[in-house]
């Protein structure tokens, strides 16, 4: 059972996680690359810690977080989810080549449409676990 504070944590998680990916998006429509791959793991980063906490796991540093992501994504058979940080990892050497190529844009536009959609993946997870909790699943 999620407890009051984990809750709180978990509300926190998301709302930071939301903004963050908001930003990243914003940033990288203005050009600024870097930044929005920061602010993108970021945004996966708390997500992931709320998904684990939901479940009633508490990781903290970078490996515990991608290892968990890892993990959750192969048991859910979720490809973004299991892919998600290594995605990232990639993103700015297939910025770097689409900028240079101005090409391959479509890859990068990939990318990001599948970080996302691990995103939503684990807040909606967040959210099956907490109902299920509360017993309204």
Known sequence: MTSYADQARINRYRSQSIRLLNAAMTELQGGKWTRSEELLWGSLTLAVKGAA??????????????AYAQALGSELRDRRVREAFEQLASLTDSLERSRETRRRVDRVYRVLEDIGGAIEKLWDLVDTNLASQNGEV
């Open 53 to 66: 906490l939901s479940r009633g796991v508490n990781v903290e540093d970078d490996p515990a977080v991608k």
